[in-house]
T-cell receptor
Framework: DQQVKQNSPSLSVQEGRISILNCDYTNSMFDYFLWYKKYPAEGPTFLISISSIKDKNEDGRFTVFLNKSAKHLSLHIVPSQPGDSAVYFCAALGNAGGTSYGKLTFGQGTILTVHP | DAGVTQSPTHLIKTRGQQVTLRCSPKSGHDTVSWYQQALGQGPQFIFQYYEEEERQRGNFPDRFSGHQFPNYSSELNVNALLLGDSALYLC??????????????FGQGTRLTVV
């Protein structure tokens, strides 16, 4: 049962343009969402997060949007740079009646390639 | 300030054998979580240790066990290895307590190959 889904295995974008990575979830108990970036031979690195009480969070070139009614979130990278080329994972935290203790549920990942 | 460190980085084992992976959390962190990432998939939560006890567990068989030491470092043990256990094993550290844990810091992982 895949509770967090990233339906696009890969995305190719030209340098300077916008990259939009999408993520859908099914569990309505998720109340905090995170995006991680992963380079080969490295562990995932935290990028940006959003609480379910918000619909947008910005950090520099990165913006995450959350649509709770659609159970959908997206990560926008503007402008995209070749160094952004990596695998991007969305992840969710649940709060099923108590603290979630940090059990992250990940999507399958999207490989982003930014061409110079 | 050292981040999360894992050892070894690569490991090859034979089916049926047992393996122990190690993790040292980031300085100041007291909680360690373990994840398994199969090829082409996202990381899957195995379990989490806090105050030397398993606090939460994912959908993994009892062949997967762990331990946390007083210095907060942790071990992941897998018994009776199967070919399907071949994966990247990631350790993540965070600061626990009773608060909701948000951003976790990951190590570079241990690549386990079972032949």
């Amino acid at each position: 049962d895949q509770q967090v889904k990233q339906n696009s295995p890969s995305l190719s974008v030209q340098e300077g343009r916008i990259s939009i990575l999408n993520c859908d979830y099914t569990n309505s108990m998720f109340d905090y969402f995170l995006w991680y970036k992963k380079y080969p031979a490295e562990g995932p690195t935290f990028l940006i997060s959003i609480s379910s009480i918000k619909d947008k969070n910005e950090d520099g070139r990165f913006t995450v949007f959350l649509n709770k009614s659609a159970k959908h979130l997206s990560l926008h990278i503007v402008p995209s740079q070749p160094g952004d080329s990596a695998v991007y994972f969305c992840a969710a935290l649940g709060n099923a009646g108590g603290t979630s203790y940090g059990k992250l549920t990940f999507g399958q990942g999207t490989i982003l390639t930014v061409h110079p | 300030d050292a981040g999360v460190t894992q050892s070894p980085t690569h490991l090859i084992k034979t089916r049926g054998q047992q393996v122990t992976l190690r993790c040292s959390p980031k300085s100041g962190h007291d909680t360690v979580s373990w994840y398994q990432q199969a090829l082409g998939q996202g990381p899957q939560f195995i379990f989490q240790y806090y105050e030397e006890e398993e606090r939460q567990r994912g959908n993994f068989p009892d062949r997967f066990s762990g331990h946390q030491f007083p210095n907060y470092s942790s071990e992941l043990n897998v018994n009776a290895l199967l070919l399907g256990d071949s994966a990247l094993y990631l350790c993540a550290s965070s600061f626990g307590g009773q608060a909701v844990i948000t951003e976790a810091f990951f190590g570079q992982g241990t690549r386990l190959t079972v032949v």
